[in-house]
């Protein structure tokens, strides 16, 4: 492929780019504001990685929510802020024993499910849910945002269901 013509696309789509947003100052807070947690508490992490859909770039000042419950009535339980590399900081996050995967009882999951809110300036809002959380383990979810001039009619949040039931 002619390097020329990659060159040029790229230049033509970072200039689209810079026309239709500003990209605001990224926040340098690196720990999200979460709940308080114990020595004794099971903990996993999960960290949301924020792109422009197909990875094309990644979204600085995304505001990512962590919550359990349904989205119209949701309880929070952290926020962040993406830094210009479209990473939050790393969500503690409250699981189950990671004792219950060595256990016979297929009905008591061994991890946590937590839902993620993903909200940034110029883009359709995307709801990840079912997120699987482990104990002792830092989970990464993806998140690909839509521009909401490229969107259509269609200006609704996208839900992504992102839980199967593991069988361990």
């Not at 390097?3 to 690196?30: A, F, G, H, Q």
């Not at 422009?52 to 349904?70: C, D, E, K, Q």
């Not at 609704?156 to 199967?164: L, M, V």
């Amino acid at each position: 492929m002619d390097k020329k013509i990659v060159e040029k696309y790229k230049n033509e789509m970072l200039n689209m780019y810079r026309v239709t947003r500003t990209i605001p100052t990224v926040t340098e807070t690196r720990e999200p504001v979460t709940h308080q947690v114990s020595e004794e508490d099971n903990i996993g992490e999960l960290i949301a990685i924020v792109t422009s859909i197909r990875n094309l770039y990644p979204v600085p000042n995304a505001r990512v929510t962590v919550f359990t419950g349904n989205i119209e009535d949701k309880q929070v339980i952290a926020t962040d802020v993406t830094d210009r590399s479209g990473r939050t900081g790393a969500f503690k996050l409250k699981t189950p024993s990671r004792q219950l995967s060595q256990q016979a009882d297929r009905n008591a999951l061994p991890y946590a499910v937590y839902n993620m809110l993903v909200e940034a300036d110029g883009f359709i809002d995307n709801i990840h849910l079912n997120i699987p959380v482990f104990s002792g383990v830092t989970s990464l979810q993806r998140s690909d945002m839509m521009l909401l001039e490229t969107a259509g009619t269609d200006k609704d949040a996208q839900i992504f269901n992102e839980g199967e039931r593991y069988d361990l």
